[in-house]
């Protein structure tokens, strides 16, 4: 779900620069920084942009910086320190980079099965651009979830975040199935496994 769904992954230099120009050109100071660490992201290689993105020292570049790492740390797995970095960047920077760090924490809290705290992120980006499909979506998966588990049964565990019938995942799938249009009244495919016809 990281990578499909997170489509916000790096700040405004995403795709200015390959890792070849950053070789060739040596861009010098903050600027060639940030191109390095975007393109070495792009490329996968999320050691190498985290730490080039270290060497950024500006502090009006520090929201982005921010940003950036927080994607580079979501990547790796570092959930809790990509959590913190998206809280600051979505205090700083512009709007927009405000309204990415929401959406994006909001993900990862989603993933997280954190359903509460991830609809709060998903309002607060909705907050900044009320026009936001992707937003508005995971505020409605977030919500969804989130009453799942406050109707569930007290002795009954709360069904896991990933779960293939039921869970969240299920929940995006069908939702974006409704939002394309490609569902059609009367098409079947396979029964979920586990699913009963009463």
């Not at 942009?49 to 790492?69: C, E, F, G, K, T």
């Not at 205090?91 to 909001?106: E, I, T, V």
């Not at 569930?152 to 995006?172: K, N, Q």
């Amino acid at each position: 779900m990281r990578m499909a769904a997170n489509r916000r992954l790096t700040s405004f230099l995403f795709g200015f620069a390959s890792l070849a120009l950053v070789s060739a050109c040596g861009l010098p100071g903050n600027f060639g920084a940030m191109v390095e660490g975007n393109a070495r992201f792009r490329h996968g290689a999320y050691e190498a942009a985290a730490a080039a993105y270290l060497n950024v020292h500006d502090p009006s570049w520090r929201a982005a910086v921010d940003y950036d790492l927080a994607n580079t740390w979501a990547m790796l797995g570092e959930d809790k320190a990509a959590e913190s970095l998206y809280a600051v960047a979505a205090k700083g920077g512009g709007p927009s980079l405000r309204r990415d760090a929401w959406y994006n924490l909001g993900l990862l809290r989603l993933e997280g099965g954190r359903w509460e705290e991830s609809w709060a992120a998903f309002r607060e980006a909705l907050r900044l651009d009320p026009r936001d499909a992707e937003a508005r979506r995971g505020l409605e998966i977030a919500w969804r979830a989130w009453k799942k588990q406050a109707s569930a049964a007290p002795t009954r565990p709360a069904p896991a975040a990933g779960a293939s019938f039921g869970g969240v995942s299920e929940d995006i799938r069908l939702l974006r199935r409704l939002e394309t249009g490609s569902w059609r009244p009367g098409s079947s495919s396979a029964p979920a496994s586990g699913a009963r016809d009463w």
